[in-house]
């Protein structure tokens, strides 16, 4: 029988809950957490920052390409 997968939240205090299966996994990171830390918001995902900053530049091209279309229409 394999072990139990234990939660990876990174930090102290260990999170001593086991991991869910499957929902468990975060998407972004790529590792495994409990009900509680599964959330990226909750187990301080590395790669968080990146999304937002991601999210940013998509959210900024967008901001920009809506001002060049509203420019050619006043201009
Ligand atoms: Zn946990
Ligand atoms: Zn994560």
Known sequence: MPA??????PGEPRCNSAA?????DCSHCGMSFCGT???PEHHA?????EC???AFE??????ESERTV????VG
């Open 37 to 39: 830390h599964r959330l």
């Open 20 to 24: 869910l299966r499957i929902v468990g």
């Open 58 to 63: 998509r959210n900024k091209e967008r901001l």
């Open 70 to 73: 509203a420019a050619k229409i």
């Open 52 to 54: 937002r900053q991601e």
């Open 4 to 9: 139990k997968k234990r939660c990876q939240r």
């Open 45 to 49: 995902c590395l790669k968080m920052a």
